[in-house]
């Protein structure tokens, strides 16, 4: 099979059309994956002032004597559980 000069162009302006389109997309695979890590990090931070939110509640509950006082939502579950059984 033989080319002429003019499908040799027509390919090679397929081929840098794509290659372009590849470094595009390539280009917003690597800004969404900044996103997502800086959105990991912000859960992260999230999670754990709510540890510590919760582990000082705890701590304050107890010093007033009432240590059984519900703090997360699965606690005033388990509370209410109890309750109605």
């Known amino acids: ?3 002429n000069k003019d499908d040799m162009i027509k390919i ?5 059309n794509n290659t372009n389109t ?3 997309m ?5 800004e969404n994956n900044k996103k997502y890590m800086r959105l990991q ?4 931070h999230e999670q754990w002032k709510n540890r510590y939110l919760v582990r000082r509640i705890k701590n ?3 010093l007033i004597g009432d240590p059984n ?7 005033l579950d388990e509370q209410i559980k109890g309750s109605e059984n």
Not at 26 to 30: A, P, R
Not at 41 to 44: A, M, Y
Not at 69 to 75: D, F, L, P, R
């Open 1 to 3: 099979m033989k080319l």
């Open 12 to 16: 090679l302006r397929v081929l840098e």
């Open 22 to 24: 590849m470094l595009e």
């Open 26 to 30: 390539e280009e917003q695979n690597f």
């Open 41 to 44: 990090q912000q859960l992260f």
């Open 60 to 62: 304050v509950a107890k």
């Open 69 to 75: 006082i519900a703090v997360t939502e699965e606690e």
